[in-house]
């Protein structure tokens, strides 16, 4: 989607903070002992008193009204019995629509106790989004989002994961550009433009190289074997730089 007016902008922020509201409503209720399904009525009530629709629920026919997906798990977690665990690292990935305008976010929660190993990878994996968003601007290369990132985490000793990319959104879950890298990429040409819509979602990994699917059809698992965090913000290009629209409020 490309903004070109107020009215347009106006929409993506509002279902981007009811995306956002639910994340984070989402993860203050997350505690030891819940299930992922339990998690994600919590996430589907939400939308619904706000009227919105769950996008991979309604796009996709995906199980569950969010993804959540744990410890090796790390993205498109389907929502059932898994217990909740001290310790475990849980990504929640909410998107949704509203009025016709589509939103998407995510991050990966700790369940205390913590590891110091775990702080430090979710730290940096916010860091490497972050990294990634300041690169959006009207004109600038899509390859520099990739660069930026994959500098940051060649630096400081991560990988990241070469087959899961950010992607356009605002009115369908997934538009173009499609695949936009989050790790270098020589032949990525195109550019951003004003008003662009896209994700920002680098997966950040103390080893893992790619995304490969399990056997329910749905969730995803690193290979080789390693920790992997995902934050994501939905972020609109402007002559000014980046405007997340994915923010609690």
């Known amino acids: 989607m490309t903004i070109t007016q107020e009215e347009e902008l106006a929409g993506l922020q509002a279902i981007g903070r009811i995306v956002a509201n639910t ?3 989402m993860a203050r209720a997350l505690e030891p002992g819940m299930t992922t399904r339990e998690l994600d009525e919590i996430g589907r009530r939400l939308l619904e008193q706000e009227g919105a629709v769950s996008a991979p ?20 977690g389907i929502p059932g019995d898994r217990v ?24 990966t929660w700790r369940v205390a106790p913590t590891r110091p190993s775990q702080d430090r990878l979710c730290r940096d994996g916010r860091r490497a989004m972050q990294i990634g968003i300041d690169q959006v601007r009207d004109s600038a290369p899509l390859a520099d989002i990739g660069k930026a990132i994959g500098q940051f985490a ?3 000793g991560y990988t990241l994961i070469r087959n899961l990319a950010s992607h356009g959104v605002g009115r369908a879950l997934h538009e173009y550009p499609e695949e936009i890298p989050t790790w270098p990429a020589r032949g990525e040409r195109r550019r951003i ?3 662009l819509v896209l994700t920002v979602e680098p997966f950040l990994s103390t080893g893992g190289q790619w995304a490969t699917e399990g056997d329910d059809g749905w969730t995803l698992y690193s290979a080789p074997p390693a920790a992997v965090v995902q934050y ?13 629209v994915t923010l609690p409020g």
């Not at 909740?84 to 991050?107: C, E, M, R």
């Not at 994501?232 to 997340?244: D, F, S, W």
């Open 84 to 107: 909740i665990a001290p310790g475990d690292l849980v990504n929640i990935d909410v998107s949704a629509s509203k009025d016709g305008y589509f939103a998407d976010t995510g991050a």
């Open 154 to 156: 060649k630096e400081h």
């Open 23 to 25: 994340m984070h409503g």
């Open 232 to 244: 994501e913000h939905t972020v609109v290009a402007t002559e000014r730089g980046p405007l997340i």
């Open 57 to 76: 629920e309604a796009t996709y026919d995906f199980p569950g009204a969010t993804c959540i997906s744990v410890n090796e798990e790390i993205a498109h």
């Open 193 to 195: 433009h004003k008003g």
